[in-house]
């Protein structure tokens, strides 16, 4: 009789075999030796678990109290386990480190390592109704930028708000034309670099364009998902200094701002609105200072009696404004006094002059815009080499002209008017009374 025959028919005091109270004792012995001391795993193997059906919730229900699992997750040979995932949806391999403790009992701690940055996920494995999962929370990165890929576009939406692990994201080519929810980046650039920060209140995401014009967007994510606009924070040709160049709603300024002065790059060369596009008030604690400076000025004369005499024909009127009428109403909007720019031109012409060779009278005209759709840059999806060239968006425009004066101006040639009528009355009235 061989030794499995004997130890099968060795039988106990109750009757029962010898070899499962040998079990039973050796069971006791590991429960013993885990409650008192910490023990290693370092396969799916001693958990009981296949490397194809090993998965994070198997493992957290599998691994005793005060121990720790170490061991290698590749995703070829563990085809099911849930590792942390690129933004293309590629689940990752790594080194996998799970702690159990015995003081905290069914809180088990997940740590996940691999070239990428280190991965954290927290398990509850209480009660079934209290069952708590954290995820995969990416806390640490190593310098490495990801690489947005086209399946790192379909498994976020094409969306870059989609994004939820903190991280660098490095974008560029055609892949910017595939996220529908990246700012406009701006003539001739190629390369978005993405930062992804968040904390317990809200998240930011900021992009910066490696183009010709260095550009920065920022937007805010709120902690409940709400997701913010882009907003556009700078735009400079060189660094900030005297020279610098700011660009807002589509327009350029460029120029010197201090803490209370705002001036322009060039003398006498640039303008606050244009014929156009006019600002409706302007705010001022003093008047307008304009240079008059006699070295300043050429064909200095009098002004000429027929002048002053056309403008005596000029009538000063009352009215509303349409742009008013239709704003508040025909009851609510204001009269205003002044002078009609056509009637200026008008009279002067019938005293045989040009009005428009004055100052008082200004005319101005703009051709037609065709609205233009803004169209991304294009790339050759083998080679990501530029087929054409980003299309900025122009907003249309009809065609218009507009009659302008300058007031003050005018208020001048009116003074001028009154005062060469007193000056007449003056000496009228010195002739009388010399007779």
Not at 212 to 218: E, F, K, V
Not at 371 to 384: G, L, S
Request: glycine fraction near 6%; charged fraction near 20%; charge should be negative.
């Amino acid at each position: 009789m061989d030794k499995l025959t004997i130890d099968a028919n060795f039988l106990d005091a109750q009757g029962k075999p010898m070899d499962l109270l040998l079990a039973r004792m050796d069971a006791d012995i590991k429960r013993l030796f885990i409650e008192g001391n910490i023990a290693t795993y370092n396969s799916f193997a001693q958990l009981g678990i296949m490397n194809n059906e090993a998965t994070v919730a198997l493992i957290a229900s599998r691994l005793p109290n005060n121990c720790i699992f170490m061991t290698e997750v590749t995703r070829g040979t563990h085809t099911n386990f849930d590792s942390p995932r690129l933004t293309n949806g590629a689940t990752l391999s790594g080194r996998l480190t799970v702690w159990a403790s015995v003081e905290a009992t069914n809180k088990v701690t997940f740590n996940f390592q691999n070239e990428y940055g280190l991965w954290v996920r927290h398990i509850n494995r209480s009660a079934a109704e209290r069952y708590i999962d954290s995820g995969w929370h990416r806390v640490m990165q190593y310098g490495l930028i990801e690489f947005m890929t086209a399946s790192s576009a379909t498994n976020n939406g094409n969306l870059l708000s989609n994004i939820k692990t903190p991280g660098r994201y490095y974008l560029s080519g055609v892949m910017m034309n595939t996220f529908t929810d990246t700012p406009t980046t701006g003539s001739g650039a190629s390369v978005l670099d993405i930062e992804y920060l968040h904390d317990l209140d809200d998240t930011i995401q900021t992009l910066r364009t490696n183009g010709i014009a260095q550009t920065g967007w920022r937007r805010h994510i709120s902690n409940n998902g709400t997701v913010g606009a882009w907003v556009q924070e700078f735009v400079g040709n060189s660094t900030i200094n005297s020279t610098a160049a700011f660009n807002f709603a589509g327009g350029t300024m460029a120029g010197t701002i201090s803490s209370q002065d705002i001036q322009p790059k060039t003398t006498n060369s640039y303008n606050l609105g244009t014929a156009a596009l006019t600002y409706a008030n302007i705010y001022s604690q003093n008047a307008v200072t304009v240079v008059s400076d006699r070295n300043l000025k050429d064909f200095h004369s009098e002004i000429p009696d027929e002048v002053l005499d056309a403008w005596a024909t000029v009538n000063y009127s009352q009215w509303k404004l349409k742009s008013a009428i239709v704003q508040k109403g025909e009851e609510a909007a204001r009269l205003h006094v002044g002078i009609v720019a056509q009637e200026i031109k008008e009279k002067f012409e019938a005293a045989g002059l040009d009005a428009t060779k004055y100052g008082i009278l200004i005319y101005d005209s703009w051709d037609a815009i065709e609205p233009i759709e803004y169209q991304p840059p294009v790339y050759d999806e083998e080679t990501d080499e530029l087929i054409s060239e980003e299309v900025e968006a122009v907003e249309g425009q009809e065609a218009g002209e507009i009659w302008m004066v300058r007031m003050e101006e005018c208020l001048a040639l009116e003074a001028a008017l009154l005062r060469r009528t007193n000056q007449r009355l003056l000496a009228r009235l010195d002739a009388l009374e010399s007779k």
